[in-house]
């Protein structure tokens, strides 16, 4: 596991995700996304769009990871035509929610 975690991402990164959900009941259901990946120093930004089924694209989730533990990380869901926060943890705080203009 030491070689995977030390090998070298690189500074930015595109992947292709194929999503199969299967259900207790047997049901499944396709779903496809494209990632994107930037480092930037040690902070790493990564976002998620929604390609397939058609009632979900263009949802992303966006993602940003600070390499400083005291800062939080900042997760949030981008739809239309709303966008909210997620937090990356429980939190007795309000959660912060706007329609872009």
């Not at 500074?11 to 994107?36: N, P």
């Not at 263009?58 to 949030?76: E, K, M, N, R, V």
């Not at 239309?80 to 309000?94: E, F, L, N």
């Amino acid at each position: 596991m030491s070689t995977v975690d030390a090998r070298d991402e690189g500074v930015t990164q595109k992947s292709r995700i194929h999503f199969l959900l299967t259900d207790r009941q047997g049901r499944s259901r396709e779903q496809e996304a494209v990632t994107l990946r930037r480092y930037e120093g040690d902070d790493k930004k990564q976002v998620l769009f929604y390609r397939e089924p058609s009632n979900i694209r263009g949802t992303a989730f966006l993602t940003y990871d600070y390499a400083t533990p005291s800062a939080t990380t900042i997760s949030g869901c981008i739809c239309r035509p709303r966008a909210r926060r997620a937090a990356s943890r429980p939190r007795t705080g309000a959660t912060i929610s706007w329609a872009p203009t």
